[in-house]
């Protein structure tokens, strides 16, 4: 195929770029794909416009932090799950509700959490939310112990389609999903306290 000289052409490309990625693309790296830079407000214009065609589908083109991406639309998703011969993994109250108040009071210490929560942070739900590329430490508190910082990563904000902390849903919509969450039996004790104590903040 020769070097793009058409709009209709350069979609082409972008489209096929981003149907075939695992992660998402940001700007700067897709305009490698040209051999003459066609710029980076070139680049967004048509890439809007493929969002816009790509609207009603099954697919859809979305913008996250970490760049751009096909996914599946939300809803759709459900049916996909069936297919899957793991089951998605269930999160237990403690370890959402921590991630929550990482996301919306960032950065924080253990000792915040803890504080909000009104319970013991275990280990275990840090090393969760570690582990899942969710959160990661950004620095140290200048207090006694030096106590870790706590803070999302890009690539929690990727995984549910986010491009900035901006367009984290009210914590209204936070508790409710969490109401969905099937609890193990260690951590009733643990939410009901919690609960409690969200409430008050």
């Known amino acids: 195929m020769q070097e793009p000289s058409t709009p209709?052409?350069?979609?082409?490309?972008?489209?096929?770029?981003?149907?075939?990625a695992s992660v998402p693309r940001p700007v700067a790296v897709l305009r490698r794909l040209f051999a003459e830079d066609p710029g980076p407000e070139m680049v967004?214009?048509?890439l809007d416009e493929l969002r816009?065609?790509?609207?009603?589908?099954?697919?859809?083109?979305?913008?996250?932090?970490?760049?751009?991406?096909?996914?599946?639309r939300a809803e759709l998703q459900v049916f996909l799950d069936r297919l899957k011969d793991e089951k998605p993994p269930k999160y237990s109250r403690?370890?959402?509700?921590?991630?929550?108040?990482?996301?919306?009071?960032?950065?924080v210490t253990r000792g915040d959490i803890?504080?909000?929560?009104?319970?013991?942070?275990?280990?275990?739900?840090?090393?969760?939310?570690?582990?899942?590329?969710?959160?990661?430490?950004?620095?140290?508190?200048?207090?006694p112990g030096r106590p870790a910082?706590?803070?999302?990563?890009?690539?929690?904000?990727?995984e549910l389609g986010l491009r900035s902390l901006t367009e984290l849903p009210?914590?209204?919509?936070?508790?409710?999903i969490m109401d969905l969450v099937e609890l193990p039996e260690s951590d009733s004790t643990d939410a009901a306290s919690a609960t409690a104590q969200t409430s008050e903040h």
Do not use: C, M
């Open 8 to 20: 209709e052409a350069y979609k082409q490309i972008l489209e096929a770029a981003l149907l075939s």
């Open 44 to 46: 967004r214009k048509l």
């Open 52 to 72: 816009e065609e790509w609207q009603g589908r099954s697919v859809e083109l979305v913008q996250t932090a970490g760049g751009w991406r096909f996914q599946t």
């Open 94 to 107: 403690a370890v959402l509700e921590t991630l929550a108040i990482i996301a919306y009071r960032q950065p």
């Open 114 to 143: 803890e504080e909000i929560r009104g319970v013991t942070v275990s280990t275990n739900v840090i090393k969760t939310l570690e582990s899942r590329g969710w959160i990661d430490v950004v620095g140290h508190r200048d207090t």
């Open 149 to 158: 910082l706590l803070a999302t990563t890009r690539r929690f904000l990727d």
């Open 170 to 176: 009210p914590l209204t919509e936070i508790e409710r």
